[in-house]
C-alpha cells in the first residue's frame, strides 16, 4: 500500500496547492546528516527547477509498513508488491533480529515514480511514513543530527523499471546505533546486489535486513530494565512503608494495650469502692404518697443496685484473674462504673433533699432556678413570628403564669416561711410533677412547630426537648430525674436477660 499526496500541477490553474508543494520540495530536499552523505553519488532530493510534464501530473507516494514481526517492519509500495513474498521475507529475518536491538524499517518501491532514488524513499519514510522512526526533535536538530530517532535503522529499497537494471539500496541508521565495523553501510547496500542482479527480489530484501541487523548495533533498550529498576525501587520503598507501618501499629498497639490495662487496674478499685458507697448510702425510703415520683424513684434506684454491683464485682473480680485486657472488656467496665456513678449521684441528691430543708436551702434555689430559665426557654419560644397560631400557646402562657407563682411559694418555704406545711417529700414531688409537666408541653409544642413549619433555634429545641437539660443541668432534681431514668433502664435489662 502506498500513501498518495498531492500532485503538482500548473501555477495558473492550482494556486491553491502552491503551499503543499513547496512544504514537501522543502523537507524532501533537506540534506542528509553527515554520517550517511558520504555514501551517495546521486543527489537525494529532487531539483526545484524539475518541471517535466510527467512529473508534475503524477503524485507522490510514500509505501505505508504492510507487515511486521516484532522489531522487524516491512513497507512495500503498490507497485513492488508483485515483486516481493512479505512473508518469506518475515520468516527469514526472524533470526536476525533476535541478534539486534535496533528496530529495522525496510522501505521497498519501483520506478517510475516521483522519486529521485532510495535515498529519497527514506526520507519519505521518515516524513510522510506512518512509523515511529522519526526523531521526535527532527525540526531543531534535523539537519546536524539526522532524522531517524534512536534506536531506528531505516533501509530504502528502490528497483528497478526495467530487468536487469541496478537496485538502489540506501541506509540511515538512527543517532545512537554504531557501524560493527569500518564500511558497514557499503556491506548493507551490497549485500543483496547479487539477488537483486538476478530479479531474486525477496531475497535481496532479506540479504539487506540480515545486513542492516548484523552490520549496525544499537544499544540496548533500557526501559524494561528501568521499569523493572523502578519496580523493585517501588517494592523496597513500599516494604519500608509498610514495616514502618507495621512496627508503628504494634507500637500504638502495645501503648494503647498499657493504657487499658492501667485504667482496667483503676477501674478494678473504683467498681468495688462504689459498690461499698451504694450498699452504705443508697436512696433512703421517701416518707410521703408511695404513687409520687420521690418514692417510685427511690425503689427504682434501691432495685437497680444490686444487681449493678453484683455485676460490678463481677468485672473486678474476672479482670483480676489475669490475661490481657481487651477494649471491649474494658469498655463493659466502664459502662458498669458509669452506672454506678449515676446511682451514687442520684442517691446523695435524694437523700439530700429529703433531709432537713434548712441545710439544703442551695439545693432548693438551684431547682427553682433551673425550672426558671425552662420556663424563660417557653417564653423564647411565644416570641417566635407565628407560633400564635399553634395550639400550645394559650396552655404554654397559662403554664409560665401558674408556674412562677407556685415557684415563689417554694423561695419562700425553702427560706422558712410557713405558709406551705408540707415535708420535703412533698415539696420534692411537686416540683418533680412541674418538671415532667413542663417537659410534656415543650415536647408538644416542639412537635406543633416542626408540623407547622416553623424554625426553631437549635439550642432551644434541644432545651425543649430536654436533651441538653438532661446531659448538662446540675441541679439536685436533675441529677435524680437521671439515676431514676437509668435505673428504670437497667431493670428492663436485667428483666430481658432473666427472660
Not at 514481526?69 to 518469506?88: C, G, H, P, R, W
Request: with cysteine; net charge neutral.
Amino acid at each position: 500500500m502506498t500513501r498518495p499526496f498531492a500532485a503538482v500541477r500548473s501555477l495558473p490553474r492550482f494556486g491553491a496547492l502552491l503551499l503543499p508543494l513547496l512544504a514537501l520540495l522543502a523537507l524532501l530536499a533537506l540534506p542528509l546528516p553527515a554520517q550517511a552523505q558520504d555514501l551517495r553519488s546521486e543527489p537525494v532530493y529532487p531539483t526545484v527547477q524539475s518541471s517535466a510534464p510527467a512529473q508534475d501530473e503524477e503524485p507522490i507516494r510514500i509505501p505505508r509498513v504492510t507487515a511486521q514481526q516484532e522489531n522487524f517492519y516491512l513497507a512495500v509500495s503498490d507497485a513492488a508488491q508483485d515483486s516481493v513474498d512479505t512473508q518469506e521475507i518475515l520468516d527469514q529475518v526472524r533470526q536476525s533480529m533476535d541478534l539486534s536491538n535496533a528496530k529495522i524499517l525496510v522501505g521497498v518501491d519501483r520506478k517510475p515514480n516521483n522519486l529521485t532514488g532510495a535515498a529519497q524513499l527514506v526520507r519519505g519514510l521518515l516524513l510522510f511514513g506512518d512509523s515511529d522512526a522519526l526523531s521526535d526533535d527532527w525540526v531543531e536538530n534535523g539537519q546536524e543530527l539526522g532524522y531517524v530517532g534512536k534506536g531506528w535503522i531505516v533501509v530504502g529499497v528502490m528497483l528497478p523499471e526495467a530487468p536487469g537494471a541496478p537496485t538502489e539500496v540506501s541506509v540511515e541508521p538512527g543517532r545512537n546505533v554504531t557501524p560493527v565495523g569500518s564500511g558497514a553501510e557499503d556491506r548493507i547496500q551490497r549485500a543483496g546486489r547479487q539477488q537483486f542482479d538476478a530479479q531474486n527480489y525477496s531475497q535481496g530484501l532479506i540479504e539487506v535486513a540480515r545486513a542492516s541487523a548484523t552490520e549496525l548495533k544499537a544499544p540496548k533498550d533500557s526501559t524494561t530494565a528501568k521499569i523493572i529498576g523502578f519496580g523493585v525501587l517501588g517494592l523496597i520503598v513500599v516494604g519500608a512503608v509498610l514495616a514502618t507501618l507495621i512496627a508503628r501499629h504494634r507500637k500504638n498497639r502495645a501503648a494503647a494495650a498499657m493504657a487499658r490495662s492501667k485504667r482496667g487496674d483503676m477501674l478494678v478499685e473504683l467498681l468495688r469502692q462504689r459498690a461499698l458507697r451504694l450498699e452504705k448510702d443508697g436512696a433512703r425510703p421517701a416518707a410521703g404518697n408511695p404513687e409520687g415520683p420521690s418514692a417510685q424513684a427511690s425503689t427504682a434506684i434501691k432495685t437497680a443496685i444490686p444487681p449493678l454491683n453484683a455485676r460490678a464485682r463481677q468485672l473486678a473480680e474476672q479482670y483480676q484473674d489475669g490475661g490481657p485486657l481487651g477494649a471491649d472488656r474494658l469498655a463493659t467496665m466502664e459502662s458498669a462504673f458509669a452506672d454506678q456513678e449515676v446511682l451514687v449521684a442520684g442517691s446523695k441528691a435524694l437523700n439530700s433533699l429529703l433531709g432537713s430543708k434548712f441545710r439544703n436551702k442551695d439545693d432548693w434555689n438551684a431547682i427553682v432556678l433551673t425550672h426558671r430559665e425552662r420556663l424563660e426557654d417557653t417564653a423564647q419560644f411565644l416570641n417566635i413570628p407565628s407560633v400564635g397560631q399553634l395550639e400550645c400557646v394559650p396552655r404554654l402562657r397559662a403554664l409560665i403564669i401558674e408556674h412562677t407563682n407556685r415557684l415563689d411559694e417554694m423561695r419562700q418555704w425553702a427560706g422558712g416561711s410557713q405558709q406551705r406545711n408540707q415535708t420535703t417529700a412533698q415539696v420534692l414531688d411537686e416540683l418533680w410533677i412541674m418538671h415532667q409537666e413542663l417537659q410534656r408541653e415543650h415536647a408538644a409544642a416542639v412537635q406543633q412547630a416542626s408540623a407547622a413549619n416553623l424554625k426553631l433555634i437549635d439550642s432551644l429545641r434541644e432545651r425543649m426537648l430536654g436533651d441538653r437539660a438532661a446531659k448538662v443541668c446540675s441541679d439536685p432534681l436533675s441529677i435524680l430525674d437521671r439515676a431514676y431514668a437509668r435505673a428504670e433502664e437497667l431493670a428492663v435489662v436485667k428483666q430481658q436477660e432473666n427472660s
